[in-house]
């Protein structure tokens, strides 16, 4: 079963524009990461935060993690049509030795 | 570095029999999880190895199964195949240290199709 819920399901922005994509989780975790995925290829890491931080940047994106509410956010600025993907967020807690917990994805389209 | 590779990319089967895919970490990487990927189901996690033992399993019927070798490649298996077992197969390497899982990163996956 799914950790949690991705919102929105879909987002279509135009070139330019920001991207938000938010995700819930349920249990404790260790770390959140984030993945964006191209038409069923493989998954790609975009960026991990600890449960000890609150937020994370790399280039264009930006993640915030709110263990109280158990909810993140992934920010992509002056988005690209080559972000045009699948994006997810996955859990990893406890002792749940290589264990993602996925959530069930947005996918992000962005025209030029 | 070499990134994770996946062998087949692609396979067809029919019901009832049974396919092993294999998985090459990335070097100096000695944990190997699999995730089976449907549009119905997501991303759900099959299990992990780590140093050739497997540490954690998924919520998946005996029929699918895993081994990691010595030099931390991995292969799973499928028995009696079923049309439901149709999806992307995953496998993901990461660098375990001794006190946390960090990243994982997947490998481009096997398109399983069960006809």
């Known amino acids: 079963s799914q950790q949690g819920e991705e919102d929105p399901q879909a987002l279509s922005i135009q070139e330019g524009e920001n991207a938000t994509m938010n995700c819930s989780y349920k249990?404790?975790?260790?770390?959140l990461q984030w993945y964006r995925q191209n038409s069923g290829r493989g998954l790609v890491h975009l960026i991990l935060?600890?449960?000890?931080?609150r937020e994370k940047h790399s280039g264009r994106l930006r993640v915030t993690l709110d263990t109280s509410k158990k909810s993140s956010s992934l920010l992509i600025t002056a988005s690209r049509a080559a972000d045009t993907a699948s994006y997810f967020c996955?859990?990893?807690?406890?002792?749940?030795?290589?264990?993602?917990?996925f959530g069930q994805g947005t996918i992000l389209t962005v025209h030029p | 570095k070499a990134g994770v590779t996946q062998t087949p990319r692609y396979l067809i089967k029919t019901r009832g029999q049974q396919v092993t895919l294999s998985c090459s970490p990335i070097?100096?990487?000695?944990?190997v999880s699999w995730y089976q990927q449907t549009p119905g189901q997501g991303l759900q996690f099959l299990f992990e190895?780590?140093?050739?033992?497997?540490?954690n399993k998924g919520n998946f019927p005996g029929r699918f199964s895993g081994r990691q070798f010595s030099n931390s490649r991995s292969e799973m298996n499928v028995s009696t195949l079923e049309l439901g077992d149709s999806a992307l197969y995953l496998c993901?390497?990461?660098?375990?240290?001794?006190?946390?899982?960090?990243?994982?990163?997947f490998g481009p996956g096997t398109r399983l199709t069960v006809l």
């Open positions: 993901a390497s990461s660098l375990v240290t001794a006190s946390s899982t960090d990243t994982q990163y």
């Open positions: 249990t404790s975790i260790n770390n």
């Open positions: 935060i600890r449960s000890n931080e």
């Open positions: 996955a859990t990893i807690g406890g002792t749940s030795y290589g264990k993602l917990t």
């Open positions: 070097s100096g990487h000695r944990s």
């Open positions: 190895y780590f140093s050739e033992t497997q540490r």
